[in-house]
């Protein structure tokens, strides 16, 4: 058996987990900073790699201790080299280096986007795919469509170019003044909504399997919220912090026709590259892949199977992290001591390369 431990700290969740042969959580620790940043409507950076620095001790000692084993035992250590926050990501690094080199294990380190797909295989039952799949990737901080025609090889067909869709939900939630993290709250709200209440837009519908939503955020703030006094404040970053919403209007049937767009423009590219590409699954992972309309829609629209994480695997987690180092670890690849953050590293087949 090969055991990989997992640290994660791309963001705000400082996280750690052993994984057995890529497909077998022995342990999964998950340490929230989600109370912490509740007051700023999203992630305050430098809280973050403060709360990381202050609990990442403990998460990895707990994950080794749950699964059983001593630090000797472990086949190698994986961590999130990026992409992520740059504070975040160098507390999970320098953590994984100094216990690399105390314990005397390998390093291996790992694309967060590719950790989000190996997530998949910690699914139980788990069944291997027939290459090439579709796969969506949509969380806070990215949104892509990737076709993947083996391990460790993958074509980015698309990719946000600018808001990703959870961060999208986010924002809308503060103009909807719903608590953070806005994915889960809109998709309650939206339960007892008109989901067709409200024409919001759906972008790019080009031909191109890229994605923004910004506009239909922006479609949302000026449907929503009392108009800001003067031209200048509408141009001001961050505006829907400072949106006031108006009392008249039906915050569960916004929240059901900004979820119809989100969904039905992730779920329209999605379905076509599947059939123009030939694949034989559709994967989804992140956090928004959590979303139940999406999940539906995905079924629905398409004849192919459909596979997500279970919930607890969707949003950020050491397992993610370990399951996608067994495989580089497995393919022989290895991660010098003198390797940095890469806050903005995109998912390619060249990252198999790297040795």
């Given at each position: 058996?090969?055991?990989?431990?997992?640290?994660?700290?791309?963001?705000?969740?400082?996280?750690?987990?052993?994984?057995?042969?890529?497909?077998?959580?022995?342990?999964?620790?998950?340490?929230?900073?989600?109370?912490?940043?509740?007051?700023?409507?999203?992630?305050?950076?430098?809280?973050?790699?403060?709360?990381?620095?202050?609990?990442?001790?403990?998460?990895?000692?707990?994950?080794?201790?749950?699964?059983?084993?001593?630090?000797?035992?472990?086949?190698?250590?994986?961590?999130?080299?990026?992409?992520?926050?740059?504070?975040?990501?160098?507390?999970?690094?320098n953590y994984a280096k100094g216990l690399a080199l105390m314990?005397?294990?390998?390093?291996?380190?790992?694309?967060?986007?590719?950790?989000?797909?190996?997530?998949?295989?910690?699914?139980?039952?788990?069944?291997?795919?027939?290459?090439?799949?579709?796969?969506?990737?949509?969380?806070?901080?990215?949104?892509?469509?990737?076709?993947?025609?083996?391990?460790?090889?993958?074509?980015?067909?698309?990719?946000?170019?600018?808001?990703?869709?959870?961060?999208?939900?986010?924002?809308?939630?503060?103009?909807?003044?719903?608590?953070?993290?806005?994915?889960?709250?809109?998709?309650?709200?939206?339960?007892?909504?008109?989901?067709?209440?409200?024409?919001?837009?759906?972008?790019?519908?080009?031909?191109?399997?890229?994605?923004?939503?910004?506009?239909?955020?922006?479609?949302?703030?000026?449907?929503?919220?009392?108009?800001?006094?003067?031209?200048?404040?509408?141009?001001?970053?961050?505006?829907?912090?400072?949106?006031?919403?108006?009392?008249?209007?039906?915050?569960?049937?916004?929240?059901?026709?900004?979820?119809?767009?989100?969904?039905?423009?992730?779920?329209?590219?999605?379905?076509?590259?599947?059939?123009?590409?030939?694949?034989?699954?559709?994967?989804?992972?992140?956090?928004?892949?959590?979303?139940?309309?999406?999940?539906?829609?995905?079924?629905?629209?398409?004849?192919?199977?459909?596979?997500?994480?279970?919930?607890?695997?969707?949003?950020?987690?050491?397992?993610?992290?370990?399951?996608?180092?067994?495989?580089?670890?497995?393919?022989?690849?290895?991660?010098?001591?003198?390797?940095?953050?890469?806050?903005?590293?995109?998912?390619?087949?060249?990252?198999?390369?790297?040795?």
């Amino acid at each position: 058996m090969t055991y990989i431990l997992g640290i994660e700290s791309s963001c705000d969740e400082t996280a750690a987990a052993v994984v057995i042969d890529g497909k077998t959580i022995a342990s999964n620790i998950v340490a929230s900073q989600i109370d912490l940043h509740a007051e700023h409507g999203g992630v305050f950076p430098e809280l973050a790699s403060r709360a990381h620095v202050e609990a990442i001790d403990s998460v990895v000692s707990q994950a080794v201790r749950d699964a059983g084993i001593g630090y000797a035992q472990l086949d190698a250590i994986a961590v999130t080299q990026g992409p992520g926050l740059v504070g975040s990501l160098l507390v999970g690094i320098n953590y994984a280096k100094g216990l690399a080199l105390m314990a005397d294990k390998p390093l291996l380190g790992i694309n967060h986007l590719e950790g989000h797909i190996y997530s998949l295989w910690l699914s139980q039952p788990f069944k291997e795919p027939e290459f090439p799949v579709l796969v969506l990737i949509v969380s806070g901080g990215h949104s892509e469509l990737l076709l993947m025609t083996g391990h460790g090889q993958y074509e980015r067909l698309g990719g946000t170019i600018d808001d990703a869709a959870g961060e999208a939900f986010d924002k809308v939630g503060r103009l909807l003044d719903l608590p953070f993290p806005g994915g889960p709250h809109i998709e309650r709200a939206a339960r007892h909504g008109n989901g067709t209440a409200f024409d919001f837009p759906r972008a790019l519908r080009d031909g191109s399997y890229d994605f923004s939503f910004s506009g239909l955020k922006t479609a949302v703030r000026r449907e929503v919220t009392v108009p800001p006094s003067g031209s200048r404040s509408r141009r001001r970053r961050g505006a829907e912090k400072r949106a006031q919403l108006r009392s008249d209007v039906s915050v569960n049937d916004v929240a059901a026709s900004f979820q119809e767009a989100v969904t039905d423009i992730l779920v329209e590219k999605t379905a076509r590259a599947a059939k123009e590409h030939g694949v034989s699954e559709i994967f989804m992972a992140g956090g928004v892949s959590a979303n139940t309309m999406l999940r539906l829609k995905m079924r629905r629209e398409t004849d192919l199977p459909v596979r997500y994480p279970p919930l607890n695997l969707c949003t950020d987690n050491g397992a993610m992290i370990a399951a996608a180092g067994y495989f580089r670890y497995e393919a022989g690849l290895r991660t010098g001591l003198d390797f940095d953050v890469l806050p903005n590293w995109p998912l390619s087949s060249q990252l198999y390369e790297m040795s």
